[in-house]
């Protein structure tokens, strides 16, 4: 009997220590004022300066491993919304129709004029959105009637496709603008013809149980590898005339945009990673 408890209390002791070991992962950050103004420190950080490099090393949680497209492919974790060959996974935003814009032999596809626009039937929160867009040859018309077209996230907010070589347009509503709210922090279009990269971080806005927007949507985007919108706020949509609005949302689609004005743009590879 008296062996058994011994057993008993080893066992459980060797669990609690173990517990004990496993509790290895760093707390959250937790941001204090120190007493001199203007900086900041973190009350995990407050305790007694370490003296070995283990003590500010941890290992868990483990971080996922995604392996990384070659060539230009999708990570491993990529969730493929346009792969060239087919519109399944899309529909006309307006009437949820077949999609009737060009599928095209090398695996792209081309606005088809008034047809409307087009959205994705899976719907994301928070993604990592890579999209290839091209510009048309023959160049056709100015301003805004050249090239137009967008892609908007959450289907409400617009990040602007537009050809603007050569092409003067207003700031708010260039290339790379968020429509009618922030023009980019550079104009970084390849020639017209060719084809651009938008890579677009985005976190949607959160709304409490009333409706009212709590968190700004916010959006990073690089365009051909240049950082033109920096963690961006989204006011609201994005309106051709009016002030954004902020209707509660949850999920929403990946929108792309007909201009009705014989736009003729291309879009290919287009991919999501949820975050
Ligand atoms: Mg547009």
Redesign the pocket.
Same mark, same amino acid.
Request: net charge negative; proline share 0%.
């Given at each position: 009997m008296r062996v058994k408890q011994i057993s008993l209390l080893f066992i459980f002791l060797s669990v609690f220590i173990f517990s004990c070991k496993e509790k290895v992962a760093v707390e959250p950050l937790e941001e204090i004022e120190s007493e001199n103004d203007g900086v900041i420190t973190y009350s995990e950080y407050a305790g007694e300066e370490p003296t070995t490099p283990e003590e500010t090393e941890y290992y868990k949680p483990k971080v996922p491993v995604v392996e990384p497209g070659k060539n230009g492919a999708p990570p491993s974790d990529a969730i493929i919304l346009f792969d060239g060959i087919s519109f399944d996974g899309w529909m006309h935003t307006q009437d949820s129709t077949a999609v009737k814009w060009h599928l095209n032999e090398d695996g792209s596809m081309t606005v088809a004029d008034k047809t409307g626009n087009i959205r994705t039937k899976q719907e994301f929160g928070d993604v990592q959105l890579h999209i290839e867009w091209k510009s048309p040859l023959p160049v056709q018309r100015d301003g %805004?009637n050249r090239g137009?077209?967008?892609v908007f996230l959450n289907g409400m907010y617009?990040v %602007?496709?537009?050809d603007n070589n050569d092409n003067d347009t207003y700031v708010n509503g260039q290339v790379g603008s968020i429509?009618k709210q922030g023009p980019p922090l550079a104009m970084a279009s390849v020639p017209t013809g060719e084809w651009n990269v938008y890579d677009i971080i985005y976190h949607a806005p959160e709304f409490n149980e009333e409706g009212g927007k709590v968190k700004s949507a916010t959006v990073t985007v690089l365009h051909n590898g240049v950082l033109i919108q920096d963690h961006t706020e989204i006011k609201g949509t994005t309106p051709y005339i009016g002030w954004p609005k902020n209707p509660p949302h949850g999920k929403g689609p990946l929108m792309l %945009?007909d201009?009705g004005d014989d736009s003729r743009v291309s879009y290919r590879n287009i991919w999501v990673r949820e975050l």
């Open positions: %805004q137009n077209s967008g617009e %602007q496709v537009l429509y %945009q201009h």
